[in-house]
């Protein structure tokens, strides 16, 4: 366990010196909160920061999986007595904190900037359940998936892979922003269903790990 919060330390000390996603993660993220049309439905509010720590997590898992794949970074530390779960987990770790971050910041700007049109948003219990407990678990399920695609396969299938992705997740983005929110739309049966995803989406990470192996780690970085 303590190599695992070592790693994920590790990953957010050097997140500093990734000034350009930081950038990127950071414009992208006022963007889509300034269009936001939310008022008086906590449902956009939960959409969006969804979306915005899901977009955070892809930019940010780009370094910490694939940059240090190709740069032998990992190669390195294979050389050491780290496991390569352990690795992986601190990793997921590492990069989950700061797009929780982002997310949590999304959903605090488009609040306030609700209050400040005189539509404030309503939270009920079921949303803030959503933030606090299943919200953290669908972003560790995606750098999981992330993860696996940039370690697994060479350059070409991730660059292929990792675009889809980032279309979903605009696509989605834009689709949140056309929807109606008229109301608070979250209700106990939606977080149950959204809940029993997560948990299931979770077991990814664990299942994903037991995949791979650090030869074919070294053999995709030379792709």
Same mark, same amino acid.
């Given at each position: 366990?303590?190599?695992?919060?070592?790693?994920?330390?590790?990953?957010?000390?050097?997140?500093? $010196?990734?000034?350009?996603? %930081?950038?990127?993660?950071?414009?992208?993220?006022?963007?889509?909160?300034? +269009?936001?049309?939310?008022?008086?439905?906590?449902?956009?509010?939960?959409?969006?920061?969804?979306?915005?720590?899901? $977009?955070?997590?892809?930019?940010? /898992?780009?370094?910490?999986?694939?940059?240090?794949?190709?740069?032998?970074?990992?190669?390195?530390?294979?050389?050491?007595?780290?496991?390569?779960?352990?690795?992986?987990?601190?990793?997921?770790?590492?990069?989950?904190?700061?797009?929780?971050?982002?997310? $949590?910041?999304?959903?605090?700007?488009?609040?306030?900037?609700?209050?400040?049109?005189?539509?404030?948003?309503?939270?009920?219990?079921?949303?803030?359940? $959503?933030?606090?407990?299943?919200?953290?678990? %669908? +972003?560790?399920?995606?750098?999981?998936?992330?993860?696996?695609?940039?370690?697994?396969?060479? @350059?070409?299938?991730?660059?292929?892979?990792?675009?889809?992705? %980032?279309?979903?997740?605009?696509?989605?983005?834009?689709?949140?922003? /056309?929807? @109606?929110?008229?109301?608070?739309?979250?209700?106990?049966?939606?977080?149950? +269903?959204?809940?029993?995803?997560?948990?299931?989406?979770?077991?990814?990470?664990?299942?994903?790990?037991?995949?791979?192996?650090?030869?074919?780690? +070294?053999?995709?970085?030379?792709?």
């Amino acid at each position: 366990m303590s190599v695992i919060f070592s790693v994920a330390r590790k990953e957010l000390f050097e997140l500093r $010196y990734n000034k350009g996603v %930081l950038a990127s993660i950071a414009v992208f993220t006022l963007i889509f909160c300034v +269009v936001n049309r939310a008022g008086g439905s906590d449902i956009a509010l939960v959409l969006l920061s969804t979306m915005m720590g899901m $977009y955070a997590a892809f930019g940010i /898992s780009g370094q910490a999986f694939s940059g240090e794949k190709m740069s032998g970074c990992l190669e390195t530390m294979f050389c050491g007595p780290v496991e390569l779960r352990e690795l992986w987990f601190g990793k997921i770790l590492g990069t989950m904190v700061p797009a929780l971050v982002v997310a $949590y910041a999304s959903a605090g700007l488009v609040a306030v900037m609700a209050a400040a049109r005189s539509a404030p948003i309503s939270m009920g219990l079921p949303s803030t359940i $959503y933030l606090i407990a299943i919200l953290p678990a %669908l +972003v560790a399920a995606f750098i999981g998936i992330m993860g696996f695609i940039q370690l697994n396969f060479g @350059p070409r299938h991730t660059r292929i892979l990792s675009t889809a992705a %980032l279309v979903l997740i605009i696509s989605l983005l834009t689709a949140t922003m /056309s929807l @109606p929110m008229e109301g608070s739309l979250i209700s106990w049966q939606a977080v149950a +269903v959204m809940g029993l995803a997560a948990a299931l989406l979770l077991t990814l990470p664990t299942m994903l790990v037991g995949r791979l192996s650090k030869e074919r780690i +070294v053999l995709t970085s030379e792709v």
